[in-house]
């Protein structure tokens, strides 16, 4: 079965940084993209960045172009998103998913998806 487990959510207060992980496992294909999205009550659920496996091509959305920074380690099957200069409207539900298709930040083209980390950014 194809698994994404996300970590490294939290607390931290703005201006700070937090590294999330995302640990893919049971792909039977070399070619997908793994990308980061968030959710936060009451709005819809946010692309953020991603990353393609077979060339490591990434995209990233205006607002957190700059700040957040999508990396891979293929040795691991783990993904990261480090996150910088953190604000209170980054609070929100991170997650993780997976498309086995065109590199995107739609979440409508993703069909796996890990259970969300939690991040919180106080003021």
């Known amino acids: 079965e194809v698994q994404l487990v996300e970590s490294g959510g939290g607390l931290v207060q703005a201006g700070g940084s937090l590294r999330l992980s995302c640990a893919v496992s049971g792909f039977t294909s070399e070619d997908y993209t793994i990308g980061w999205f968030r959710q936060a009550p009451g709005n819809e659920r946010e692309g953020l960045a991603c990353?393609?496996?077979?060339?490591?091509?990434?995209y990233y959305a205006d607002s957190v172009k700059g700040r957040f920074t999508i990396s891979s380690d293929n040795a691991k099957s783990t993904v990261y998103l480090q996150m910088n200069n953190l604000k209170s409207e980054d609070t929100a539900v991170y997650y993780c998913?997976?498309?086995?298709?065109?590199?995107?930040?739609?979440?409508?083209?993703?069909?796996?998806w890990g259970q969300g980390t939690q991040v919180t950014v106080s003021s």
């Open positions: 998913a997976a498309d086995r298709g065109i590199v995107t930040l739609s979440p409508a083209n993703y069909d796996y």
């Open positions: 990353i393609g496996s077979e060339d490591g091509s990434t």
